[in-house]
Nanobody, 126 residues
Framework: QVQLVESGGGLVQAGGSLRLSCAGSGRTFNSVYDMGWFRQAPGKEREFVAGIGRSGTRTYYADSVKGRFTISRDNAKNTVYLQMNSLKPEDTAVYYC??????????????????WGQGTQVTVSS
């Protein structure tokens, strides 16, 4: 298993930026397949935000964040990042990182991922 800890959340005005980090320990990141970011707003289901393949060259995004968010990973540091620009109030949610131990083309369902962090709150004010 991998233990995941998110950081970098906070309160930001609309149009601002935040960079989330997810540090892993335990099983090394280069033996994990895809990493993903999900988010969950109050009263809503957890939704996929972005994913990245093992080498970091394959990335994929939800339509709602495409062009504004960038996912990256550093296997040497066991860390995955989510750079969030041009933030909107509708981006307000708890953001979770997740690790997949099984190969998938573009895993984006919660069931595709095996380990989860505790989440970090992102609040975007209008």
């Amino acid at each position: 298993q991998v233990q995941l800890v998110e950081s970098g959340g906070g309160l930001v005005q609309a149009g601002g930026s935040l960079r989330l980090s997810c540090a892993g320990s335990g099983r090394t990141f280069n033996s994990v397949y895809d990493m993903g970011w999900f988010r969950q707003a109050p009263g809503k289901e957890r939704e996929f935000v972005a994913g990245i393949g093992r080498s970091g060259t394959r990335t994929y995004y939800a339509d709602s964040v495409k062009g504004r968010f960038t996912i990256s990973r550093d296997n040497a540091k066991n860390t995955v990042y989510l750079q969030m620009n041009s933030l909107k109030p509708e981006d307000t949610a708890v953001y979770y990182c997740a690790a997949a131990f099984r190969w998938g083309a573009t895993p984006s369902r919660t069931a595709d991922f095996d380990s989860w962090g505790q989440g970090t709150q992102v609040t975007v004010s209008s």
